[in-house]
Every structure is written in structure tokens, then in C-alpha cells.
């Protein structure tokens, strides 16, 4: 299910980028669009139903070479015939997207510098590449800088007319998740309220929702940005790399007679999953690209509206 609200406060160009959603238009057919992010999980199944819905894909990876990480990628048959294409791309680097999203009509951006920490993760390997310290501050820093370069090369790129970002739910909660128990309706007009630079997932995601926002209002029209906010994304795997990462992960350990691990250790107290299949998220964000009506600074909450406690997994 999809529930839907379009954002507030994103100043009063808004309005343009919103009617500048007519000109853009939907996703020319058989168009070239760019996923990053794309030997992630969503990412991935992104890539694949984009060139099964017809798309030219531009899939960026943080390196090509990595087979462990893109080996499922280069083994798609659209790889042989050039309508997929992989490119290696460091989003802390500015200008790594320049070439890349030329020539574009949309660009899926999954990749998130926060989730190099996440469950399952190399932590080694992720301090290494986005260096030290590593604190909340300095990822947030990171990440932030990282949304800038992506919208100085949607800017020089002069065909990007759509921005999907994958935010998350818990762009939806507060940072105190006790009061998901005083009110527990979650939707689009529920905002993380802590949104300083030393914030976590949660306020992070929120904030650079308005980042986009209000990037594509200063647009004047040239570009949108649509948020998709979808729950605790489950489903099969395309990479055994996936087996390990995030939500999925934490599924296999289950499978394997793991105690379920909740979510206390960054939330400081339990809340349920509330889930999604992943090729519900991907397909999803397709089809708002496609719109040719919804307007920027939307932002889509994508879930089953199933509530499920970890320690009932399995069970």
C-alpha cells in the first residue's frame, strides 16, 4: 500500500517546481534512467524491474571491479546488451555523478552513507573508505555533503528532470520512538523533530528529504524531488551479498536459530517491524516516476501496514 501526503514548508518556489511537473512529464519510453546505490538490496531490485519495465540503466556501484558486490549485475543478460551499463562511483566525491547523469531522464538514488554502517556491514571497510572520526556529526556531515553533489550534477546535467530518493519510515518517527506508543498512526505528516547534525537515521532521513526538496524548488522548475518512505524492507535476494545486510539479514539469522535482534540498540526501546516486500518498493517507485501528476515534495509512505514484533518471527 502507498499512502501519500505532499510536503510543507519547502518555501515558496514550491509551487513552481510542483506546475514544472507537467514539462517534465513521465519517464520518456525506453528512456535512460540512473540507479545508485544499485548493488545494494532495494537498489538492485531496482535495476532489475527498471530493465524489465523497458528503461536504459545507468547502475552505479561504489566499485565495478568488486565481483563479490556486482557479479549478479554483470550476469544479467541486459549487460551483454548494453542496456545495462555499470559505472564505479564514491558519492563523497564531488563531481562522480557529472558524466553519469547526463543524458538521464531519472535518477533512483538508494545510496546512502549511513547504511555502509548498517547491520551485516564491513565496519572496518566502511571507516576506511569514509575515514575518521565516526561519529553521528561526522556521518551526518558526510551524507549531507554527499546529497549537495548529487544535486550539483542533476544541475549541469540538463536532462535530469526527476529525483526519486529513498528516504525511510523512520523519516517518520520521532527520535524518541515512546511516543510511536502515545500515537501510533504513522504517515506522511509525521516528521523526525530532531533534525541537528548530530541526529541519527531517522532525523537524518527527514532532513535530507527537505535537502532535495528544497534543492528541487531552487530549480525553478527543471527538476522534482518525490521521497519514497518505505517500512522494513524483506524479500528474496538477487546476491548472496545480501544475505548478510540489514533487515533481510537479520531474517537469515532468525532462519538459522539466531534470537531475533531487536531494535533497542539504536532506538533504546523496542518498536515492531512494520514491512514491505522489496519488489513492492521497487515497482512502487517506478510507477511515481511514471506519474505525470504528483508533485514535488511528496513524500510516499510504502508498506503492507503489517506490524510485526522480531521475537514472533520464526515462531
Known sequence: AIWHSTAQGAGPSCSQACLGRSMAGRVPQAGTVCVTGAAGYLGSWLTKSCLESGYVVRACVRNVHDDRKTAFLKAMPEFKTGKLALYSADMTKAGVYDDIFRGCHTVFHTAEVMMSFA??????????????????????NRAFESSQFVVDSINKSGTVATLMYTSSIMAMLDADVRLYEVNPVVDERRHATD????????????????????????????????????????????SPHHATETWQGKVGKIATGESPQQE????????????VDVRDVARAQISLAESSTVQSGSRFLISNATKVWPEDIGK
Do not use: C, V
Not at 124 to 131: I, R
Not at 264 to 275: C, D, E, N, V
Open 264 to 275: 533497542t540498540a539504536t532506538l533504546s526501546i523496542p518498536r515492531p517491524w512494520i514491512t
Open 195 to 238: 533534525s541537528s547534525i548530530g541526529g541519527g537515521y531517522n532525523t537524518l532521513k527527514n532532513a535530507t528529504e527537505k535537502f532535495f526538496f528544497d534543492a528541487a524548488a531552487s530549480s525553478q522548475g527543471r527538476w522534482i524531488a518525490i521521497s519514497a518512505n518505505p517500512g522494513d524492507i524483506l524479500g528474496p535476494i538477487i
Open 119 to 140: 547491520p551485516g556491514r564491513d565496519m572496518q571497510q566502511a571507516a576506511q573508505d569514509f575515514g575518521h572520526p565516526l561519529g553521528k556529526g561526522a556521518i551526518a
